[in-house]
């Protein structure tokens, strides 16, 4: 290896990695304004899902995509951080999807991009890697979790067909894809006028192959007022045993 800056990385860091933290959103279900905002434990999901990226050698820099009415909470959250990584706060969009498509313009070209929610304050950096790793193989994973309970599909109050549990799997982020790939989803969504929930969904509307990954059952996404009990109490369980 040379003397350049890219020395002291180890040889599967040539990649560079950029983060999007999607926290664009106004938190409707859970009815404390924006989620990246509240406090879990006395500190904010934004805080701690930055935490996390900065942690992370494998990323390189970060975007957060923040509520447009409440940028400056956003940045003085950065701020209190003190990022040795460059983090760039914008605002997000009106669907969380654009609020991602401005998130990958302002990251800029990079090899990979990692996709994740703010309301997500639970994943860890195994989960992270496991998506990245699995991104830089085939260029598009997600994490998921099997569903707990019989999934059925219905119309209005009429069961209509119980599906094949072993078929089903329930999404989380962070999501990981190439970084032209996603760019290219998200172009692409925009000319069809397709409206998808996640990234790997527009992904694999373009016809590319998408891996899943095995998820974690703690990495919820703080939704409704009945999850706020719940992650607060793990993310205090996840402390005492970092200790
Ligand atoms: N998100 C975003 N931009 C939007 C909408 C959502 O960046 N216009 C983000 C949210 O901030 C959140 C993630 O996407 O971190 C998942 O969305 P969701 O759980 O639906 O959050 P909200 O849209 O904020 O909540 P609600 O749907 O209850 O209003
Ligand atoms: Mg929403």
Redesign the pocket.
Known sequence: MGTGPSAKRSPHRLATVGAI??????????GRG???LVRLNGRT?LARVLELFLALDEVDRIVV???PSRLENAEREVASLSPRKRVAVLA?????Q???RAGLAALGECDFVLVH????PLATAALVRRVLAAAMESGAAFPAIAPRDAVKRVEGNRLVESLDRSRIVLAQ?PQAFAYELLARAHREAADAGLVGDDDAQLVAATGHAVTVVEGEPANI????PEDFGVVEALIKEQETAAG
């Open positions: 933290v999607a926290a664009a959103g106004s938190g409707s279900r859970l924006s989620k990246a999901t995509v923040g509520p997000g969009g009106e669907s969380r654009a609020s991602v929610d703010a309301a997500r982020t996404k703080l939704t409704t």
